[in-house]
């Protein structure tokens, strides 16, 4: 294969593809020697991602930095949360300590691939939700928030990191914070699936979009009982980087 | 012998839109005439050897994995809420059939949008599987669900068109939820094999699992009769 002549074909089909294909081409001679970060069964980890710091394009930093403000705010309410002796998590706590934990790894895994381009954590602020640490119930809605808008965002973010080990990553991320967010919602008692747009308490915003029903075709016409409940449940939908830092700027994010 | 999704038949969509369909689905992408290349050297696909199932090449062998993924889980929850085991709780039957019912519209889906590029519908061998257990049942019902996940992730990178890349997106989080929601059922709240386990998610990084397409046909082979054959996906 002609790797040059192929992109110049993508070109010619498509004026806006020059500026999308230039960073993940020059990257694809980057590491042409590196086959390895792709061998079969491997989950494509931290030494994948940081050994390739130093090629990083501008576009792949944003992507990764968004990612990184907000692996620190969910790090940061699940760790003031649990130093409060007085919090009551009930039979809960085990839930939170593996939760905090792999948010945690989130925040080192994308501070280490990003290296110097690192953003600073900001200062965070709770108080549009003045008894999240002393209303257990309270703490579960926004936990519930962090957790969607998180699989959202990451979601919202894999088309820039297209054909490039980035997206594996971030993939891999976006799952763990699917399966929080199911586990969120089972202590609230509701449903692991994102029912329509229902908000269930949460700010509207987080699931603004999500009683869409149309993936190439309207799901609902091609099965008997494909009702808007069941479509709607089992496709979750992207925000952008826009709407996600509109739900997490109260919050402190910038 | 019973097919993986016995009602097909019933829902009057087939493959009959066919290749147009999915050059409709192709065509809005920034690099479908990519994608359509790939698409046309399809046509010239040789006959699978040993009558295995041939996934196909490119984005079209992507879909059919993970249409083989569907058919399994549709079959496997079926099965389940025809043949409950004993003690299952109301609530329980309820979220079977729940998960059967959104498993079932990815595959009408992933059929509509390959046409007649689809794989035919495959016969599920559950002989490992004690359907009047319930801790064989959960166990087996996670383990496709990882299985899925794991699937999508590996696949994202090898995904040539932007549109069943953004459609494995909104996929693989409920696959996810599935999972975290069978394995809670399972190990209620366990920091070590529950909805997020150190069994699954790396204990340093964080991160879920990712499969490429051989791994995961050689972990879903088990389960059904045909042979099935991804030596035409894409390799890295």
């Known amino acids: 294969m002609n790797i040059f002549q192929l992109f110049s074909d993508i070109e010619n089909v498509d004026a806006d593809a020059s500026d999308k294909l230039s960073y993940y081409s020059r990257r694809y001679f980057l590491r042409k020697g590196t086959k390895a970060a792709t061998a079969v069964a491997l989950p494509v980890a931290l030494a994948s991602i940081t050994q390739e710091a130093f090629a990083q394009s501008t576009e792949v930093q944003e992507v990764l930095n968004f990612a990184l403000k907000l692996e620190y705010l969910e790090e940061d309410f699940y760790q003031r949360a649990l130093s409060q002796a007085t919090f009551d998590f009930g039979a809960d706590r085990p839930v939170f300590e593996q939760i905090h934990k792999h948010e945690a790894s989130h925040v080192k895994l994308l501070q280490t691939a990003l290296g110097a381009a690192a953003a600073p954590k900001p200062a965070l602020k709770y108080d549009a939700f003045p008894d999240v640490f002393s209303n257990y119930q309270t703490f579960l809605i926004v936990a519930q928030a962090f957790e969607d808008t998180g699989v959202r965002a990451y979601k919202g973010q894999a088309p820039k990191l297209y054909k490039l080990p980035e997206l594996t990553t971030a993939l891999q991320i976006h799952a763990v914070e699917a399966r929080h967010a199911a586990e969120v919602r089972r202590l609230r008692e509701g449903r692991v699936w994102v029912t329509k747009n229902e908000s269930d308490g949460a700010p509207a915003a987080v699931y603004a979009g999500e009683e869409n029903t149309v993936q190439k075709v309207d799901v609902r016409t091609l099965g008997p009982g494909f009702s808007d409940i069941v479509v709607t449940e089992a496709f979750d939908e992207p925000l952008t980087k826009e709407a996600v830092l509109a739900i997490v700027q109260p919050f402190g994010v910038v | 012998m019973s097919k993986l999704f016995p009602d097909a038949s019933e829902t009057g969509l087939r493959a009959s839109l066919g290749r147009r369909t999915f050059l409709r689905f192709a065509g809005i992408s920034s690099v479908s005439a990519l994608t359509l290349a790939t698409l046309a050297c399809d046509d010239h696909r040789p006959a699978p050897l040993n009558g295995a199932v041939d996934l196909g090449a490119g984005d079209v062998g992507i879909m059919n994995l993970a249409y083989s993924q569907e058919q399994l889980e549709v079959a496997f929850y079926s099965q389940v809420v025809q043949t409950p085991y004993s003690g299952i709780t109301p609530e329980e039957l309820a979220f079977f ?140």
């Open chain 2, 97 to 236: 059939t729940d998960l059967r019912d959104r498993e079932r519209t990815h595959l009408e889906l992933f059929k509509y949008l390959l046409g007649d590029k689809a794989i035919p519908m495959l016969t599920p061998n559950f002989s490992s599987v004690n359907f009047s257990s319930r801790e064989s049942v959960l166990k087996t019902g996670h383990t496709f669900e990882d299985l899925g996940v794991a699937a999508l992730n590996g696949a994202g990178r090898l995904v040539t068109d932007m549109e069943l890349l953004a459609l494995s997106g909104k996929i693989v989080s409920v696959e996810a939820r599935h999972a975290a929601l069978l394995r809670d059922l399972l190990h209620p709240k366990s920091p070590a094999l529950g909805f997020a386990g150190d069994d699954i998610i790396t204990t340093d990084t964080g991160l879920d699992r990712a499969f490429l397409p051989p791994q995961v046909v050689m972990m879903a082979q088990p389960f059904i009769q045909q042979k099935i054959s991804a030596e035409r996906l894409p390799k890295a």
